[in-house]
């Protein structure tokens, strides 16, 4: 499978930006999905999560109550809605999928089998 994210870019804090991952290929979007975050000199970490076909979710606690993330199985894109951004919220995210038809929830990198090639999130104060 193919992720393409999409959405990134500048904005003040306290903004909102809507990121997008479209996946291609056999089984498409049929998979459990992730977005994770790398700040420049940090490691790459859990934002959000959601189960296929979607009726879970997790969220880092650090975006709980400001990120949103879904899916749209039909469109075969899942998304991350991201308000009431702040400064520490800059990093490149990227988009994740698991195994096909997978339940479980992709927490940490080593959950995920296929990575989109990241966008990048400024959030200026």
């Known amino acids: 499978v193919q992720l393409q994210a999409s959405g990134g870019g500048l904005v003040q804090a306290g903004g909102s930006l809507r990121l997008s991952c479209a996946a291609s290929?056999?089984?498409?979007?049929?998979?459990?999905m992730a977005w994770f975050r790398q700040a420049p000199g940090k490691e790459r970490g859990f934002v959000a999560a959601v189960t296929w076909p979607g009726l879970g979710t997790s969220y880092a606690d650090s975006v709980k109550g400001r990120f949103i993330i879904s899916r749209d199985n039909a469109k075969n894109t899942a998304y991350l809605q991201m308000n009431s951004l702040n400064p520490e919220d800059t990093a490149v995210y990227y988009c994740?999928?698991?195994?096909?038809?997978?339940?479980?929830?992709?927490?940490?990198?080593?959950?995920?089998?296929?990575w989109g090639q990241g966008t990048q999130v400024t959030v200026s104060s």
């Open positions: 994740a999928a698991g195994s096909p038809f997978s339940s479980r929830l992709l927490l940490t990198p080593s959950d995920v089998n296929y």
């Open positions: 290929g056999r089984t498409g979007i049929s998979r459990p």
